[in-house]
């Protein structure tokens, strides 16, 4: 289905310890979270907050294990701080990204977001932009694209629950008003299903653009009731709404098939945030790696 030569397997360390909410495995180390991945199958990677930032001692840490580094989360904030000040942060990261051997960078706006708010409604508060603030991501992330391209390397736009890039028509919109050499987009099954779109749809209407991949399945009965108690993003995290692929309710199969048409080239990353103390990461890596690989052939 997929050339191994062209497309690569990786895993996010937010199921071993999570940015957004650190006391979810808080007692687990970077060094168990790279040795178990690698344990799993893996060979890729994206960054968490225990990793090491000098690149020689990440380097070492992850060439002994067998991993590279896919790609790691920027948070923009376009829509509502000055320019520079994102451009700053983001020439930092990315030549951060850039040394660790990454591609691709991914990008988030978090203007307005309500996803790291613990008591916000995921559904009822997520934020809407206005007509400039639109025109100020759209530009913004095209200046962010051409300084990734001085490097060689394309920012892939995150799509996300509790921002305003979340729904099918705000992707739509966002690839619209953006330049197609400059801005690309992360494709993540999870959000998609969570916030009631459908990610076939999705993955036909921009296959052009995808450049990056994050896989992550969906419990419905979780999804029901973060819908019907008016929960919040990381609420619905503690809840378990996340889990990896073949373990919930979207169907992988169709999404891979389509991908690989498209002639998909670079990461597929699996992504799902869960309680580690609940959802045991190895285990559940475990378990990821083998449904990908039933479906697959990687």
């Given amino acids: 289905m997929f050339d191994k030569n062209k497309v690569s397997l990786g895993i996010a360390p937010i199921a071993w310890t999570n940015d957004d909410l650190p006391e979810l495995g ?175 749809e999705v993955l036909l209407t921009h296959a052009g653009r995808i450049k990056h991949v994050h896989l992550k399945d969906i419990r419905r009965d979780i999804l029901q009731k973060v819908s019907k108690e008016q929960l919040s993003f990381l609420q619905a995290v503690k809840a378990g709404a996340f889990t990896v692929p073949g373990d919930g309710m979207i169907d992988f199969e169709p999404l891979f098939n389509l991908l690989s048409k498209a002639n998909y080239q670079g990461w597929l990353i699996v992504e799902a945030e869960q309680d580690p103390a609940l959802a045991n990461p190895l285990e559940y890596a475990i378990k990821a790696r083998k449904y990908i690989r039933e479906k697959t052939g990687l």
């Fill in 26 to 200: 808080g007692e687990n180390t970077f060094e168990q979270c790279i040795s178990e991945m690698a344990l799993a199958g893996f060979i890729g990677s994206e960054v968490g907050n225990k990793y090491p930032r000098d690149t020689n001692i990440l380097k070492r840490a992850l060439s002994l294990r067998g991993i590279s580094i896919a790609s790691a989360w920027f948070s923009s904030f376009l829509t509502t701080r000055p320019y520079e000040e994102t451009a700053e942060a983001f020439i930092g990261h990315r030549d951060f990204l850039h040394e660790m051997g990454a591609k691709v960078i991914v990008v988030a706006e978090q203007g307005h977001s309500i996803q790291g708010i613990t008591d916000a409604p995921v559904f009822e508060k997520k934020p809407f932009f206005t007509e400039r603030e639109w025109e100020q991501l759209a530009r913004g992330l095209e200046s962010l694209g051409k300084l990734a391209a001085e490097k060689r390397m394309k920012l892939v736009y995150h799509h996300h629950m509790g921002t305003g890039v979340q729904t099918a028509a705000e992707i739509n919109k966002l690839m619209d008003m953006t330049d197609p050499s400059l801005v690309y987009l992360l494709f993540d099954t999870g959000h998609l299903t969570f916030s009631g779109e459908n990610p076939e």
